[in-house]
């Protein structure tokens, strides 16, 4: 590992100034110190970050929940609110990781955790997130786990969480703090970008620029629920996985929220299958042609052309166990 | 900086680079505490930090200044006797070689304590009401610790035997 310095912060905009100048956060460190192990992150200062008063989850008067960035994926997914009236959210944490490595990492982090592509991971590979213009050694390898939507010809990665799968389902937005001590808020569906011709570039916030608090709103109305498609059944990425809310009345659907994971640069709202479900029938027709309409614009590249029909068939079924439709439990 | 370990308070000098796993290991002399992978993929490193699990191997030590660490060493019971887990995996043949035993002990421990606390898993009920132990949950939750002999059998029944005797822990 890379020499680097230390220090604990105790104050979120000196905290945000010292890191704009050249550092890095860190909180529970389960991806970070994995990389610069790694040494493919090689920071020369770290900023910790995790004794900031920001481990709070507090009620909000539009009858959400404010989450500071620094609550562990294990006190969130615990959290009696958010398993009772956020369990999309509750479920995706679960989902992910082990209990260890939920006991460390917190809600900031986890939207921030980089792509567990094989090739980002080995510095004898050609990668454009690594190193910009070096190529893709995943368009012509083994790319059994990588993205299907979205991608392009510099960077087919994914991004691995499935918290932030949830988190763009239920509408959440980010508080951020720039180094001038200024605030400003975005839509988490907004957060990351897309691999472009710009793969290391894997998100809109500034340099410096914190994740404070996490903000959901109140539930959208309907059920939710999360699933995860895996190669273990436990302790693996998802090679997709699914967060649904929907809302069905007199066998309509009223509203429906969908967001996909482990197949795309970023969690990927599934704007396609909203639409198409909007005031139709809550049947299983319905829900094969929005998924089929959301897949419309995947492209495979070899080894990952499973994920399209497993995408497909894994949201519909989904789609139809949210809509409460007889023996679609799994 | 300080580290209370197993009770004991220590005054440790360390670069930042030091994992918490290394400073148990390297400067502290516990070596119950394994390294495996040394990438928070195995569990073999696993420790307890006010009283929750997590990979030492993951963690710098430096952000761990004041904290209370309990180690394998730390697990046993008084005049050198074992503790519930440690007797437990000894009498349902809970492991071969061992290696991954103290992480699996310390794990099975934080366990103990999620259960009691009534923190959910993958496999608990959806909703607000508590899991209840079961295998599926003793597996679901240990599924960050890797047995390369493949004792995971045994090690359930270890650690259902002491979460379900409701005893001395």
Redesign the interface.
Known sequence: ?K????E?ATDATAAAARVAEGGSF?AG??NL??LM?HGIERPEH?V?V?RLPLAEIEDTEAGGLKIGAQVTN?AL??D?RV??RW?VL??AL??G?????R??ASTGGNFLQRTRCYYFYDPARACNKREPGRGCAALEGYNRIHAILGASEHCIATHPSDMAVAMVALGARLHLRAPSGSQRTIEAEALHRLPGDTPHVEHQLSPGELIEHVELPAPPPGRQVYRKVRDR???AFALVSVAAVVEVDEGRVKSARVALGGVAAKPWRAQQVEQALRDQPATRETFAAAAAAELAAAEGRGHNDFKIPLARRVIASVLAEAAGLEGADR | MKLTVNGEEHELELDPRTTLLDALREHLGLVGTKKGCDHGQCGACTVLVEGRRICSCLALAVMHEGDAVTTIEGLGGADGELGPLQAAFVEHDAFQCGYCTSGQICSAQGLLGELERGEPSAVSPVGGEAPTLTDDEIRERMSGNLCRCGAYANIVRAIGSVARGGGER
Do not use: C
């Not at chain 1, 020499?3 to 230390?6: A, E, G, I």
């Open positions: 590992m020499p680097f310095t230390y604990r860190i460190g389960t110190v994995d192990k770290l910790d995790t294990t997914a615990a009696a398993r009772e369990s509750s479920q679960l989902a990781a082990t209990q260890q490595l006991n460390k059944a436990s302790y």
